[in-house]
């Protein structure tokens, strides 16, 4: 059975750090990709970053400098470090993954920023 399965999550305050895990089992064969999304209380799900299997990073601009993704080895597991956390970073992160067309993601996570 495919999953993907997130933690680390927790209460944290602004200027903190936390690191989260994403891992994926399941899968047969190393992931061409895992990205993080977020969701914040009454907004949409937005995206975060992403790794690649060439160890490409590609990072939203409001995470820029302050979260670094790491991992997609050959055992479909990443890592996030996020620094300098803020209130508006607060939310449920969830790691997500594409095979053939079809998204499989987490349950995610709950980060909450606040003093």
């Known amino acids: 059975q495919v999953q993907l399965v997130e933690s680390g999550g927790g209460l944290v305050q602004p200027g903190g750090s936390l690191r989260l895990s994403c891992v994926a089992s399941?899968?047969?064969?190393?992931?061409?990709?895992i990205s993080w999304y977020r969701q914040a209380p009454g907004k949409e799900r937005e995206f975060v970053v992403e790794i690649n299997s060439e160890n490409v990073k590609t990072y939203a601009d409001s995470v820029k400098g302050r979260f670094t993704i790491s991992g997609l080895n050959a055992d479909n597991t990443v890592f996030l470090q996020m620094d300098s956390l803020k209130p508006e970073d607060t939310g449920v992160y969830y790691c997500?993954?594409?095979?053939?067309?079809?998204?499989?993601w987490g349950k995610g996570t709950l980060v909450t920023v606040s003093s």
């Open positions: 997500k993954t594409e095979v053939r067309g079809i998204s499989y």
């Open positions: 399941g899968f047969p064969f190393r992931l061409r990709f």
